[in-house]
């Protein structure tokens, strides 16, 4: 078996087989290749759901319950959600006090050459008109503000240089007790030996 591959038992009722999952080409029963297989089939689209199709969501953490919310919006009748937690779910990354969203601050983290900016750029548009703008997400919104931080000069340099944007009157220099201080209480629970941004 090709390493890119791993083999998948799907059960049934009439009997175990297997599905060879993977990357790159690989051969089938006959001696034929994957992809040689797949180009002497005519491949087709499956048909558009309907708007009472069924449609099932595996799990209610950000991703699952914002593909069923987006779902209802855009007419879609027949979705339901499974998780075997309550909402929201205790083992959602989505479920902690630390929801933070970058907007007019945000910079994307590769340079001009790198592919994902533009991703990057339109994600925290959308994200940010979403936060600012949609009634569902809009009371929880709440422009704070963001401290880039570090405890070592090499970390330093790079936050000065990758998270400060050239607008430096924005930026309120941060050391000792002014960066504990500048948390609401009991925020920073631990010690932050050198930490400044």
């Known amino acids: 078996m090709d390493p890119a591959t791993a083999s998948v038992p799907l059960h049934s009722s009439q009997a175990e087989t297997s599905l060879q999952v993977g990357l790159g080409t690989t051969t089938m029963g006959s001696g034929q290749s994957h992809s040689e297989e797949l ?9 558009p759901l309907e708007k009472d199709s069924p449609i099932v969501v595996v799990g209610a ?9 987006y779902l209802g919006r855009r007419g879609y009748t027949n979705v339901v959600v499974l998780d075997p937690h309550p909402y929201p779910s205790p083992i959602s990354a989505g479920n902690d006090v630390n929801k933070i969203a970058e907007t007019i601050s945000w910079r994307p983290s590769g ?3 790198d592919d994902r900016v533009p991703v990057e750029t339109h994600i925290a548009a959308r994200t940010s008109e979403g936060w600012l703008n949609d009634p569902v997400f809009k009371p929880y919104y709440h422009d704070t503000g963001f401290i880039a931080a570090a405890s070592t000069p090499d970390a330093y340099e790079f936050v000065k240089e ?10 309120v220099p941060l050391a ?11 925020v920073l629970t631990g010690e932050f030996p050198n930490w400044k941004g």
């Open 176 to 186: 000792g007790t002014e960066f504990r201080q500048a948390m609401p209480e009991g």
């Open 111 to 113: 340079g001009e050459e």
């Open 39 to 47: 180009k002497s089939e005519k491949l087709s689209t499956p048909p």
């Open 61 to 69: 953490g950000t991703w699952g319950a914002s593909t069923a919310l």
């Open 162 to 171: 990758h998270e400060i944007t050239e607008d430096m009157s924005e930026y």
